[in-house]
């Protein structure tokens, strides 16, 4: 996959976000690592103050990284997306996402990439079909 310089590259599970950013170019790709955007919801208090339902908090998680993306790019922040997120959360996102998000994605990937080192998240990207 031919990453353009400055891609933005966000991986996300309905409760964990990461932003990388392609720092080389197109043939010499290098992530690096920004730091995630706060998706804290003000409707809700501390962590452990307010139980609730798994799928609920997903859920609102998934909002929250939808709306700030769709700022995002409103606000010109990017000009190329790779959106990687697990199953569950690409399908709540996709349906949210402002036209200016999906007129700049350039790849979305249905995996959960959450977890992987920078190194292993370059060569599964190098691997994607462009």
């Known amino acids: 996959m031919l990453l353009q310089p400055h891609t933005w590259i966000v ?3 309905g409760a964990r976000v990461r932003l990388l950013r392609n720092a080389g170019n197109a043939t010499a790709v ?7 955007p ?3 919801d003000p409707d809700v208090g501390p962590s452990g ?3 609730q339902d798994a799928n609920l908090a997903e859920t609102a998680f998934n909002r929250r990284l939808a709306l700030w993306l769709n700022q995002q ?3 010109q922040r990017f000009e ?6 697990d199953p569950a959360s690409m399908g ?8 200016q998000v999906s007129a700049r994605t350039r790849a979305e990937i249905t995996k ?19």
């Open 11 to 13: 991986i996300a599970n």
């Open 30 to 36: 290098k992530l690096a690592e920004e730091a995630a």
């Open 38 to 40: 706060v998706l804290d």
């Open 49 to 51: 103050s307010q139980p």
């Open 73 to 75: 790019a409103l606000n």
């Open 80 to 85: 190329h997306l790779v959106l990687v997120a």
């Open 92 to 99: 709540e996102l996709r349906p949210q996402l402002h036209p």
């Open 112 to 130: 959960d990439w959450t977890r992987l080192g920078i190194q292993d998240i370059a060569q599964a990207l190098a691997e994607v079909e462009p």
